[in-house]
């Protein structure tokens, strides 16, 4: 009988678990129209490296803001993966649909393709309030890699109202992503 309770009890305990995080979020690109009239091959390689960005939102979970020093941990509202490589996904399908002439890959991809060039991003703060502002605050930079020089690079201060809900949130913060694409996109389309 013994036996049996603890296996009843070690299967709930197991489901308890399982149910835990539920709902999961993704970021979306922008279908945007191309910024340039270019039917040119793709010769150009831009390579786009791992974002960098603070430990608070390097955690599986959703995180908003109570305060300016306060952040809220949602632990049943989790990323669908990386937000990192979710981010890097966005700007590399937003950037080539912006600038089709250019080939954008995302950091690391196999060998022996060389980028010539590639973009930088430190991300300082991307949450917001529930029901308020949302932010993205960094900064990027593009790298000839072959000359070891930066050809451009500019801080990240972003800022749009978002919904009452985290899935308004979420859609604010993709158009964000949006919004730093098409910056991206300006000053790489005048430079390589």
């Known amino acids: ?21 539920s709902n999961f979020y993704q970021l979306q690109p922008n279908s945007g129209e191309s910024i340039e009239n270019s039917t040119r091959s793709r010769h150009t390689v831009v390579g786009i490296a791992a974002v960098e960005m603070p430990d608070y939102l390097t955690k599986s979970e959703l995180v908003t803001r109570m305060s300016a020093g306060r952040l809220k941990v949602h632990n049943e509202e989790v990323w669908a993966g990386s937000l990192a490589k979710n981010i890097q996904s966005v700007l590399q399908q937003n950037l080539s649909n912006l600038l089709p002439s250019k080939t954008f890959l995302t950091y690391p991809w196999e060998e022996p393709i060389d980028d010539k060039y590639r973009i930088y991003i430190t991300i300082d703060r991307f949450d917001g309030y529930e029901g308020g502002n949302v932010a993205l605050k ?7 890699k072959e000359e070891n020089s930066i050809v451009y690079g500019e801080s990240i201060n972003y800022n749009a109202q978002g919904g009452a809900t985290l899935d308004a949130l979420i859609h604010t913060q993709s158009r964000l992503l949006d919004k730093l694409s098409r910056r991206i996109a300006q000053k790489i389309r005048g430079r390589i």
């Open 1 to 21: 009988m013994k036996k049996q309770l603890f296996i009843l009890l070690a299967t709930l305990g197991i489901f308890a678990g399982c149910s835990s995080k």
């Open 138 to 144: 960094g900064r990027w930079s593009l790298v000839n």
